[in-house]
């Protein structure tokens, strides 16, 4: 009989990069995306699963326990991958109990769902549930912010800065506690800045693209010399399948590839593509480009030390930044995403 596998937040950014992949590669597995289609939703993002026989969509939120519990008993889930969250740290610091909720309530509604439905007790697997696994996608943000220098590890000590990092680092460690105390098969991810098309146009690269072609202010926290390392979205989504399909239980890894680029550097990467997509008439994008008050507690560098899952599992970024970011940002203005975009 097939196997179940539930995805949740599959509508969202890197969900909706991950779902078809997944349900392409996998045709023998039944795939179920729970999401509950907040404002960073899309699904005209999945219309191409939509006619696969082994997709389905279900509207519902992570932190509806009752459902969840239903949900593993109706269609007997064998496995979850779990995205779903709020995601963007300006609105974590306007309105953080939201993120509690839906980062931490979620994630433990669905760790102790798949803990009783899997489980007899604490380190006994029912009978036919050995192979059930729970993969977790955190966030580097966990680590806290780094100086000039160094990178983090899966072994360094989380210090988290601001109520987003904050929510993903408690649920990270209630999957750890899971794994730990309870013996679920569990595995987490870390990764770092993704960038790709489906983005919500809260976040970087779309905001700058929109701004950009709608000759509005391209405004850039403090001095854009904050750091981030970015990785091509198909990249992350195909490590989180080697690490759910080939990784021993309870381990973690972190995901990166070593492109460390300020947020300055990269919105001036984003004004040159978009110069040669659509010149504006009387100047260069990079012209419309101010500098505003930072965000408050602004992690400065972020960097990830990704030789675990190189080594033990034999990933490796497989996109070219120059062209991934290229096509990213055509993808962009030709307007396939949120709302009336550009
Ligand atoms: N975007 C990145 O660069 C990045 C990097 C590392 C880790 N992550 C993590 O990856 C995951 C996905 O990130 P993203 O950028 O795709 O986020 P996103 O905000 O684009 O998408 C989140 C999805 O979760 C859904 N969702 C939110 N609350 C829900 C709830 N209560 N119940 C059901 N569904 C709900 C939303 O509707 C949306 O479809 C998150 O856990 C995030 O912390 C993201």
Redesign the pocket.
Known sequence: MAKTILI?????????NFVPYFCNKYPEYNIIN?????????LDSLKECEALPNYKFIK?????KELISQLFKEYDIRGVI???????VDNSINNPELFL???IQ?TFNLLDSAYKYWMEGPSIVKQGYEDCRFHY?????VYGALGETGSFSETTPYAPTNP?SVS?ASADLLVQSYFKTFGLNTTKS??????GP???KE?LVPRVVELALTEQPITVYGTGKNVRDW?Y?LD?CKAIDLIYHTSKPGETYN?GCNNEINNLTIIKIICNILDELKPRQKGKYEDLIIFTKDRVGHDFRYAINAIKIRNELGWKPEASFDESIKKTVEWYVKGVTHDSFV
């Open positions: 949740t937040g599959g509508a969202g950014f890197i969900g909706s729970l999401d509950n289609l907040t404002y960073a939703s899309n519902g939120d992570v932190c509806d779990h995205f779903a969250a709020e995601s963007h909720k839906t980062n979620g996608i955190s966030t580097d943000e987003y993903k870390n990764c770092s800045n993704n960038y489906n983005q919500h976040k990785l979205v992350h995901i």
